[in-house]
């Protein structure tokens, strides 16, 4: 996906990363590692004028967009976050790939100043691979709180790059960044440090190079693509033949260099596992020598007050209670905070409905063009929005609070060994988090997860946790059948306690069918993963909260409504047009009762989730419109009326227990089903996304309810 310019543009088509400069624009690549504030460096330079989009063929997500510093135009690149560039993931293949084929002007690799020691790494790989390289030392304002010292100017002459300091957050040293980003871009010309292996190595270099040095282009070095050669890097020698269209191994020069040099690494003792060891090891140790005259710790215990946090949040005695703890407070204050912005959007927004019928009279419409638009499609969207808008608004400003803090990566540290346990991976815990605010983000974020075979078994199994539209209806029979109004002020406490026992369900049957996929038809071995935990920092609660409402809750109520309105549609003519006597909605209902009454629900109840389809949010509303036999939705002024019209057609406290677990474990809305397709590209894995949660939940309502009826219970 480009970033449109105008006809005088270069567009990078050859590389297949699809960008288009303007005349004079140039493409800055921002490389760093997971958690160092890369993205935040982006945020701050381009504001507003963002886009983002896939790498052509991949499932990893990028983000463009334009900056003017000085008068020059920029194109910033937020390539993903990775350790390395030795394509061990997507993540890393796609990064590497950019760097080299990608043709950027110049590659700012962003730092943790707090340990900068782990980033050299990527600072040090990158450099192999071009020479126009400015490296950001990030979070200094971090690095100040633990009185860290880093000497700039050192850093700098032994990389042989320009090094900037910088607090993005703040905007500290941007402006800096951008004149060192101009100088490397406009006129100078670097000469970085070059990583110096064992001799048999560089004997073996020395002899490979020169055979390949005629074939490059695009400015790779070949020294680097001659060590990717020796060790065998075939991901690496594809890219060069997608890319480039150079097939290195048919070359007869190439082919007999490279033998000459296996065989001499070979005499000297070096297979190639133990070159590509040789290979990062030399790394580490160049490393930790670039940092040693340049890093000082003014006080001892610097981080003394994270070890002291970790002690409490990823204990095993207290990781997960307080784990539960932070999400039962999430969902309290999502469950009170909501309750009076819904009720003044659904006022305003049925406001705006009476003044539509009033428009639909005065223009003479027929009766029936006036339900169908105004009391089908418009007030299934009114309820969508109304009921989606102000908890997603709270959830997702939470959710983020708590990941801009450094916490998220603690919860996948807390649930790691569980999902092991599984033959699972322990990043599936951040994907079942961001399910919470709505499965299709769940569903994306499933991308962080390297593993093709771990990475469908979070995709199958993200559903187990209900999204933002199913909170209504679970909120909504707590409260009706389990909490009432007699508890008073702790109602909304104790409806918050049960709401976490139904989410608990939900992550243990996570956990169950991880299991039982990959003893099953995603058998393997559970992979390994690099964990960071970051530091913990301050959220900024203002740019938390417009970047989860513009990022997050827009854009999830946006799809949501693009199918909420052919939902309203396909609900008017069901519960209008008539056969005989019945509406085809009632034909449907009643030919569905007795295999719904085998589930412990009703033929209503089931047609409301199957017409729900679109949007989770309107069953409860479909489950009034069949029983009261209206043709369009209604609403009722409180829970206690709705519970009368519930049990005065035949609902006990079985069927409220039956129709919270259908809600838990049923089929994925259609916006997740139509993003399980984007992001495994295959109908088969999306139809058993689809089929696994709904087997299993009428598995467990059946159940149950032959259980309670077998005991006498209901």
């Known amino acids: 996906m480009g970033l449109t310019s105008g006809s005088t543009g270069k567009r990078a088509v050859d590389s297949g990363f699809v960008i288009e400069r303007g005349a004079g624009e140039r493409v800055i690549a921002l490389a760093g590692n997971p958690n160092v504030g890369k993205s935040t460096v982006f945020n701050e330079l381009t504001g507003l004028n963002q886009h983002t989009g896939n790498w052509p063929g991949k499932t990893v997500t990028n983000a463009q967009g334009r900056y003017t510093h000085k008068g020059r135009e920029y194109i910033m690149v937020d390539i993903p976050g990775t350790y390395s560039l030795m394509a061990h993931s997507v993540e890393e293949e796609v990064a590497r790939d950019f760097i080299c084929f990608g043709d950027p002007d110049a590659v700012v690799v962003v730092c943790d100043a707090t340990c900068l020691e782990r980033n050299m790494n990527l600072v040090l790989q990158t450099l192999?691979?071009?020479?126009?390289?400015?490296?950001?030392?990030?979070?200094?304002?971090?690095?100040?709180?633990?009185?860290?010292?880093?000497d700039f100017g050192k850093l700098s002459e032994n990389l042989g790059v320009p090094?900037?300091?910088?607090?993005?957050?703040?905007?500290?040293?941007?402006?800096?960044?951008?004149?060192?980003?101009?100088?490397?871009?406009?006129?100078?010309?670097?000469?970085?440090?070059?990583?110096?292996?064992?001799?048999?190595?560089?004997?073996?270099?020395?002899?490979?190079?020169?055979?390949?040095?005629?074939?490059?282009?695009?400015?790779?070095?070949?020294?680097?693509?001659?060590?990717?050669?020796?060790?065998?890097?075939?991901?690496l020698i594809e890219a060069l033949g997608s890319y480039q269209r150079c097939n290195l191994?048919?070359?007869?020069?190439?082919?007999?260099?490279?033998?000459?040099?296996?065989?001499?690494?070979?005499?000297?003792?070096?297979?190639?596992?133990?070159?590509?060891?040789?290979?990062?090891?030399?790394?580490?140790?160049?490393?930790?020598?670039?940092?040693?005259?340049?890093?000082?710790?003014?006080?001892?215990?610097?981080?003394d007050r994270d070890r002291r946090l970790d002690r409490i949040l990823t204990s095993r005695a207290t990781g997960i209670p307080v784990m539960l703890l932070m999400l039962a407070v999430v969902f309290w204050l999502t469950i009170t905070g909501a309750n009076y912005p819904s009720q003044l959007l659904a006022d305003a927004l049925f406001w705006?409905?009476?003044?539509?019928?009033?428009?639909?009279?005065?223009?003479?419409?027929?009766?029936?063009?006036?339900?169908?638009?105004?009391?089908?499609?418009?007030?299934?969207?009114?309820?969508?929005?109304?009921?989606?808008?102000?908890?997603?608004?709270?959830?997702?400003?939470?959710?983020?609070?708590?990941?801009?803090?450094?916490?998220?990566?603690?919860?996948?540290?807390n649930l790691d060994r569980g999902f092991k346990r599984c033959h699972a991976c322990?990043?599936?815990?951040?994907?079942?988090?961001?399910?919470?605010?709505?499965?299709?983000?769940?569903?994306?974020?499933?991308?962080?997860?390297?593993?093709?075979?771990?990475?469908?078994?979070?995709?199958?199994?993200?559903?187990?946790?209900?999204?933002?539209?199913?909170?209504?209806?679970?909120?909504?029979?707590?409260?009706?059948?389990?909490?009432?109004?007699?508890?008073?002020?702790?109602?909304?406490?104790?409806?918050?306690?049960?709401?976490?026992?139904?989410?608990?369900?939900?992550?243990?049957?996570?956990?169950?069918?991880?299991?039982?996929?990959?003893?099953t038809i995603l058998k393997g071995v559970p992979s390994s993963f690099t964990l960071e935990l970051?530091?913990?920092?301050?959220?900024?609660?203002?740019?938390?909260?417009?970047?989860?409402?513009?990022?997050?809750?827009?854009?999830?109520?946006?799809?949501?409504?693009?199918?909420?309105?052919?939902?309203?549609?396909?609900?008017?003519?069901?519960?209008?047009?008539?056969?005989?006597?019945?509406?085809?909605?009632?034909?449907?209902?009643?030919?569905?009762?007795?295999?719904?009454?085998?589930?412990?629900?009703?033929?209503?109840?089931?047609?409301?989730?199957?017409?729900?389809?679109?949007?989770?949010?309107?069953?409860?509303?479909i489950i009034i419109?069949?029983?009261?036999?209206?043709?369009?939705?209604?609403?009722?002024?409180?829970l206690a009326q709705l519970k009368t019209l519930l049990v005065d057609n035949g609902w006990t406290w079985l069927t409220a227990v039956c129709t919270m677990l259908f809600s838990l474990m049923h089929w994925p809305c259609s916006t997740t089903c139509l993003t399980i397709r984007k992001e495994t590209q295959s109908w088969k894995w999306t139809a058993v996304s689809f089929l696994v949660p709904t087997v299993i939940g009428m598995i467990v309502c059946f159940l149950v309810a032959g259980a309670a009826r077998l005991l006498g219970l209901a």
Not at 196 to 213: I, M, N, S, T
């Open 352 to 413: 705006v409905q009476d003044r539509l019928t009033e428009f639909f009279v005065w223009m003479g419409a027929p009766l029936w063009v006036n339900s169908l638009l105004v009391e089908g499609v418009y007030r299934v969207l009114a309820w969508v929005v109304s009921v989606m808008l102000p908890p997603m608004a709270i959830f997702f400003p939470l959710f983020t609070l708590l990941e801009d803090s450094g916490y998220l990566p603690r919860i996948a540290f």
């Open 534 to 621: 970051p530091p913990y920092r301050r959220p900024q609660i203002g740019k938390v909260i417009v970047r989860s409402i513009f990022d997050r809750t827009l854009f999830v109520l946006g799809r949501a409504i693009a199918v909420a309105a052919p939902a309203g549609l396909v609900i008017w003519v069901m519960a209008n047009v008539t056969v005989g006597d019945m509406s085809l909605l009632a034909h449907c209902a009643g030919f569905l009762d007795p295999f719904a009454r085998l589930l412990g629900l009703d033929g209503v109840i089931l047609m409301a989730f199957i017409l729900g389809f679109p949007a989770n949010e309107i069953v409860v509303p």
């Open 249 to 303: 191994l048919a070359n007869d020069g190439v082919a007999s260099a490279l033998q000459r040099a296996r065989a001499l690494l070979a005499g000297q003792g070096f297979s190639i596992e133990k070159l590509r060891d040789i290979i990062v090891s030399s790394i580490v140790l160049h490393a930790e020598e670039t940092c040693s005259d340049v890093v000082t710790f003014r006080r001892e215990g610097y981080n």
């Open 128 to 150: 192999e691979i071009t020479d126009r390289v400015v490296v950001c030392v990030n979070l200094m304002d971090e690095a100040r709180k633990k009185h860290i010292e880093i």
């Open 426 to 519: 322990g990043k599936q815990a951040l994907t079942m988090c961001m399910g919470f605010g709505c499965n299709a983000a769940g569903i994306t974020g499933c991308r962080i997860i390297d593993s093709p075979r771990e990475r469908l078994i979070a995709i199958i199994t993200n559903n187990f946790v209900p999204c933002n539209g199913r909170f209504p209806t679970l909120i909504a029979i707590i409260t009706m059948f389990f909490v009432g109004g007699a508890m008073g002020a702790f109602s909304s406490v104790v409806s918050t306690l049960i709401l976490t026992a139904v989410i608990v369900l939900g992550v243990l049957m996570t956990f169950a069918v991880s299991a039982l996929l990959s003893r």
């Open 163 to 235: 090094v900037v300091g910088a607090s993005a957050r703040s905007r500290e040293g941007l402006d800096e960044l951008m004149d060192a980003v101009g100088r490397v871009v406009e006129s100078d010309r670097c000469e970085p440090v070059r990583l110096r292996y064992p001799q048999a190595v560089e004997d073996a270099l020395a002899l490979l190079a020169p055979a390949v040095e005629p074939l490059c282009t695009g400015g790779i070095p070949a020294r680097w693509i001659s060590l990717k050669l020796l060790a065998d890097d075939t991901q």
């Open 625 to 638: 419109m069949a029983y009261l036999a209206t043709g369009s939705i209604l609403d009722f002024d409180n």
